[in-house]
């Protein structure tokens, strides 16, 4: 029980293709968890569809704030023309935003990310994140419950069951605030 | 450090913080508003230098006077160095160590206000094993893990070197797995020199 995540990186990916059409992209992987590596496989097959955008390298951002500001910072040292990232959760989006403002580059760098958390989307809103493809934690709860009590009413419930994702940008965001 | 029963307790007030910052606002993050501009510049700010830097030469200044040119300083020298010795010379023992433990929450308090900053985000799981990264700062600039010897200047090498070696390590492109190998080797290499040297000595 997940959410789709290979459909979120997916989804990010596009997002990116679509107003970055040759982007010079790097990753800020936490290539420890399942659910992180999903999303950078579904981003990576994506973007091979759109040959003008170009991966530069995957770094580990952690996952987390801290994690994904310094090397969002070094990376940016290393490849003076990036002009896209593609953190894998939204902690490690809004330290590499922190980077890429402190070096005097807001909105010089396409961010889109995966999880449509509060914050998150109050930074896609003040426009320096460009997407988050968001996660249902209610859904995933509900639907956990319901297999729950079928698996124990002795019915048969299928292995995996992902979770849909939604793509949030400044056109949806506040309706998907209010939908919270 | 010796065995004196004594070393664990700042691991485990830590943990004792860990807990407390969890429990404040129910583990969530809290975003610092724009509108923090005095707090933002702490971390972010350029006057005559970047902040963070100008915080930090401020801190290194004040503490190598305390260390270095006051008597207060020679009491933690000869606490560390010795400690039963330091006491039969009627070094207050306590007085010392309670100053010298509030002066390090002090900067670690200064430092996690820049963090906070930085992140423009206060978040309760913030600065995990950062204590490691301080720790391996000031062995690497030639403190010793027996108390008693170590300087403000070589702590302030030992910092820029693992802060070079961080950025270093980044900017070359190098997987993260070998970054924790390469910086493990260098904080043990450094020990491996306390150990040589401390063994000179007797």
């Not at chain 1, 490690?92 to 403002?101: F, T, V």
């Not at chain 2, 993050?29 to 915080?55: C, D, K, T, W």
């Given at each position: 029980m997940a959410s789709d995540n290979i459909e979120a990186g997916r989804l990010a990916a596009e997002?990116?293709?679509?107003?970055?059409?040759?982007?010079?992209?790097?990753?800020?992987?936490?290539?420890?968890?399942?659910a992180c590596i999903d999303r950078v496989d579904g981003f990576k097959r994506a973007i091979s569809q759109h040959p003008e955008i170009t991966i530069l390298d995957t770094q580990e951002g952690k996952g987390t704030t801290e994690g994904g500001r310094p090397v969002m910072r070094d990376l940016m040292g290393r490849f003076p023309d990036v002009d896209a990232a593609f953190p894998i959760n939204d902690p490690?989006?809004?330290?590499?935003?922190?980077?890429?403002?402190s070096a005097g580059k807001p909105g010089k760098v396409t961010v889109v990310t995966v999880d449509g958390s509060r914050e998150a989307v109050a930074v896609i809103k003040a426009g320096k994140l460009h997407s988050s493809s968001a996660q249902f934690p209610r859904q995933i709860g509900r639907a956990a419950a319901e297999t729950i009590y079928e698996h124990l009413a002795g019915k048969p419930v299928p292995n995996d069951i992902k979770i849909p994702v939604k793509l949030i940008t400044r056109e949806n965001a506040d309706e998907f605030l209010q939908s919270l | 450090m010796p065995d004196d029963g004594r070393s664990d307790r700042p691991l485990?007030?830590?943990?004792?913080?860990?807990?407390?910052?969890?429990?404040?606002?129910?583990?969530?993050?809290?975003?610092?508003?724009?509108?923090?501009?005095?707090?933002?510049?702490?971390?972010?700010?350029?006057?005559?230098?970047?902040?963070?830097?100008?915080?930090?030469?401020?801190?290194?200044?004040v503490t190598a006077v305390l260390l270095h040119r006051t008597r207060f300083g020679q009491h933690l020298y000869a606490i560390g160095g010795n400690r039963e010795a330091a006491r039969y010379t009627g070094i207050p023992i306590a007085r010392n160590v309670i100053a010298v433990y509030v002066a390090c929450s002090l900067l670690a308090g200064i430092a996690g206000m820049i963090h906070a900053s930085q992140l423009y985000s206060a978040e309760p799981g913030s600065g995990q094993n950062f204590e490691l990264i301080a720790i391996a700062a000031v062995v690497v600039g030639g403190t010793s893990f027996a108390g008693g010897v170590g300087t403000m200047p070589g702590t302030f090498l030992g910092a820029i070197i693992i802060g070079i070696l961080d950025k270093g390590l980044n900017q070359a492109g190098v997987h993260f797995s070998l970054q924790y190998i390469v910086r493990g080797l260098v904080i043990l290499s450094a020990a491996y020199l306390d150990v040589q040297r401390r063994s000179q000595r007797q």
């Open positions: 997002a990116l293709a679509k107003v970055n059409p040759k982007a010079r992209v790097v990753i800020l992987h936490h290539s420890v968890n399942k490690c989006a809004l330290g590499a935003i922190s980077a890429i403002e | 485990l007030s830590l943990r004792i913080a860990r807990g407390l910052a969890l429990r404040f606002n129910e583990g969530r993050p809290i975003a610092v508003p724009e509108s923090q501009e005095v707090f933002l510049a702490l971390g972010n700010a350029r006057v005559l230098g970047i902040v963070p830097v100008l915080v930090m030469v401020a801190a290194f200044v």
